[in-house]
């Protein structure tokens, strides 16, 4: 349309957006086999329980460190339980907790981070400035202060670390977010008279998802590995309960006495999990910043 001034632009729709969906394409054969690995880890810590061909509690002293058996393929702890129940039933609780981290760390680190880079100025100043104030502590420092204000137990622990590794999304996020909110169809939006919130939420997050899913995939695995560590040390999940973080620990007894099934079937257990969540979420990663350049 013009008019006597001049072409006039009526701006009846949003530009379309490309949305980047989440996928496993482009991150090679090590990509697929950490996949794998890790949907094979969910099913055990789903159905473990079920699995499961004796109670993992169920002591017998009298076999105290024996070795494997045809009835025990992985043989005995060094309180008679069997290995392979209590290896099947601590993958729930090994998960969950890391699980709880990743979700709580991703959701508030990503909304901050959407914040900071709506509203700019001195919003994003306090936020970064909180961010790195936290980052002064040590997730296990956090989860020791946890456990020692709300007891020992996976639940403080867990919470804990999320708070350590919520400045750690925030940041990288947030220079998503920046550059998601330069974008044409974000001011476009706005022109229409889209809320903040409804943009944030409909368009904004939705296409730095593979990022999340990226930086989440990676946090899974420190997770898993700090949680393992504080029940290590006996602030996590609690013994007699089945974990591997507290199997590796419960297992040192027998590692003095030779006998290091215990603590080397937790471990191995825990390490394939772990570099399959690394190195898959260092794929997707590589591929998000091959995408965006």
Do not use: K
């Amino acid at each position: 349309m013009t008019t006597a001034t001049g072409p006039v632009a009526l701006i009846t729709e949003a530009p379309p957006q490309r949305r980047r969906g989440v996928s496993l394409r482009g991150v090679g054969w090590i990509g697929y086999a950490g996949a794998a690995i890790i949907v094979l880890a969910i099913g055990i810590a789903l159905f473990g329980p079920l699995l499961a061909p004796y109670p993992p509690d169920q002591s017998d002293l009298s076999h105290a460190f024996v070795g494997p058996t045809p009835a025990h393929p992985l043989g005995y702890d060094s309180q008679g339980r069997d290995l392979l129940s209590r290896l099947l039933v601590g993958a729930r609780s090994s998960m969950l907790g890391a699980f709880i981290v990743t979700v709580v760390a991703i959701v508030a680190g990503s909304a901050l981070a959407v914040i900071a880079a709506w509203r700019r100025g001195w919003t994003d100043s306090v936020i970064s400035a909180g961010s790195d104030l936290v980052f002064a502590f040590p997730g296990l420092l956090l989860a020791v202060l946890g456990a020692a204000v709300f007891g020992p137990s996976q639940w403080s622990a867990a919470l804990a670390l999320a708070v350590a590794y919520t400045p750690y999304v925030a940041r990288i996020v947030r220079g998503a977010a920046l550059r998601e909110r330069c974008l044409p169809y974000i001011e476009a939006l706005e022109v229409q008279g889209s809320s903040a919130w409804s943009i944030g939420v409909r368009h904004l997050i939705p296409n730095i998802a593979p990022l999340l899913v990226a930086q989440g995939t990676i946090l899974f695995g420190w997770a898993a590995l700090d949680l393992a560590a504080v029940s290590f040390l006996g602030l996590g999940v609690q013994p007699p309960q089945a974990d591997w973080g507290v199997m590796v620990s419960e297992g040192e007894t027998g590692v003095l006495q030779s006998y290091p099934a215990e603590s080397l079937i937790a471990g191995i257990a825990l390490v394939l999990v772990i570099v399959s969540f690394n190195v898959l979420g260092e794929r997707l990663n590589d591929r998000q910043d091959r995408d965006i350049s």
